[in-house]
């Protein structure tokens, strides 16, 4: 049976709401909190996102649309242009390229797949940066930044998978 | 993706696979394009990224506002169960206050006079905008805020962003409706500072790190750790007299100073316009953006 264009425009909407969502994550990534030193332990949300997004669902989040986040989050963070856009689709391209490692395995492996990953992550960060400003940038933020971000992955990604489930009405 | 319909030959698969590949490694491209832009052509990008972060303002704004209050909110309840001792500490340092302005009211008065006798043409008063801080990204590498006050509120590059507590930076990008607070820990962040009561020269020098690091001192000057650093007012670039920090340590060739202005604390954020145009307005477009 053939969808009808009311039911095409509907999976269209949802299929959207990957890219919404990593949108709003870098809105939030921004938003002052006032806690101690958050400053230096910040996770990198959008990381998460566009892994998790890799690993289950890739179409739904294809380079273009992590170009566009990494731009926006450079942009709005004050960055210079393309870093974070490189890093991140460095992640995608990652995932995609060793996907049989990680579609389908237990969560453990996948968190520790991310882990690899993220590491592989903050050291491109770290080395685009120091090229950058041609001096080598004090990398203590960083490895706080990385284990903050570690811890975030199951929560984040349990929540992504929820709304796979019920929104994306796929498996 | 139902694997109702037969999939598509091997021929067409291949090429969309190429297609993707290419797709992907132009937007590599791209990225590093752009990235080699951000370094050559500073004002374009802060042009560019002004207007973004402009167009955002107002999400920001909103989304920053529930989090605000509720700080806020804890704040209150927090003052509300040691009212007690606030009030004698606020008594005592009243009192301490009261001979202050004294102090105060005496070396105004004299400090007249002497203009009077020496005909002396006092520096422009200062007039401050206020805004509020509405994103900070944090992180390892952006030691900047956003504030929802622009040039339609007449934020210039280049005037400093101040608390009560002290200098908090430098307003490096500014749009109509927002504008970016370069903070002094930032890696490209240079203060002229003076150390108050020595008043030797230097310059504070941001490392991304929480301390920023006194350079440029002449040689053999001493400064020891406790002393208190202002802005100089060199180079016209920031107004004079302001508190930076305090010298945290000093060991060999390296000297930190702890801030005065904590950065997750910073809500409200005063702007000085002092009418100095500064080293970064020389800047033919960055003033063009801000006029605009």
């Known amino acids: ?171 | 993706m139902v694997g109702q319909r037969p999939g598509p030959g091997p021929r067409i698969v291949a090429i969309r696979q190429m297609a993707q590949r290419f797709t992907y490694a132009t937007l590599v491209l791209a990225s590093f394009a752009l990235l080699m832009l951000s370094k050559a052509d500073t004002a374009l990008v802060d042009g560019v990224r002004a207007k973004v972060v402009d167009a955002f303002a107002p999400i920001l704004d909103a989304v920053s506002r529930p989090v605000t209050a509720g700080q806020e909110m804890v704040a209150t309840v927090h003052e509300m169960t040691r009212l007690h001792e606030e009030n004698a500490r606020l008594r005592e340092e009243n009192e301490r206050l009261l001979r202050w302005q004294t102090a105060a009211r005496a070396l105004e008065a004299e400090n007249a006079s002497l203009r009077d006798l020496l005909d002396y043409v006092p520096a422009p008063t200062a007039r401050a905008i206020s805004g509020r801080v509405i994103g900070d990204h944090g992180g390892a590498f952006a030691h900047s805020v956003i504030l929802n006050a622009g040039s339609r509120d007449g934020v210039r590059k280049g005037q400093a962003a101040v608390t009560g507590d002290g200098l908090v930076g430098r307003v490096a990008e500014v749009g109509r409706l927002s504008s970016r607070v370069l903070l002094i820990t930032d890696l490209n962040s240079r203060v002229p500072v003076l150390v108050e009561t020595t008043r030797t020269r230097a310059i504070l020098a941001g490392d991304n790190r929480e301390r920023p690091r006194l350079m440029r001192l002449p040689n053999g000057a001493a400064v020891s750790s406790g002393d208190r650093i202002v802005t100089s007012g060199h180079a016209g670039a920031l107004p004079p007299g302001i508190p930076v920090g305090i010298v945290a340590s000093v060991t060999e060739g390296l000297i930190e100073v702890q801030p005065f202005v904590d950065r997750h604390r910073l809500e409200y954020v005063l702007v000085a316009d002092t009418g100095l145009t500064g080293i970064l307005a020389s800047d033919p477009s960055a003033s063009d953006g801000a006029d605009q």
């Open chain 1, 1 to 171: 049976m053939k969808p009808t264009l009311g039911q095409k425009l509907d999976q269209l909407a949802r299929n959207l709401t990957p890219f919404a969502l990593t949108l709003i994550l870098v809105v939030l990534d921004l938003v002052p909190l006032h806690l101690p030193s958050m400053a230096r332990v910040a996770p990198m949300l959008t990381v998460v996102a566009v892994f998790h997004w890799a690993v289950y669902r890739p179409y739904l989040l294809p380079p273009s649309a992590v170009f566009l986040i990494g731009l926006l989050q450079d942009i709005l963070g004050g960055t210079p242009l393309g870093v974070h856009a490189l890093v991140l689709l460095s992640v995608h391209g990652i995932v995609v390229w060793q996907n049989r490692f990680l579609a389908g395995k237990s969560f453990g492996i996948v968190w520790l797949g991310f882990a690899l990953i993220l590491a592989a992550a903050c050291l491109e960060v770290w080395v685009l940066m120091s090229v950058f400003h041609g001096t080598l940038i004090d990398a203590d933020a960083l490895s706080h930044q990385f284990l903050t971000t570690l811890g975030f992955y199951p929560p984040l990604s349990w929540l992504l998978i929820r709304w796979q489930q019920t929104i994306l009405r796929v498996d």
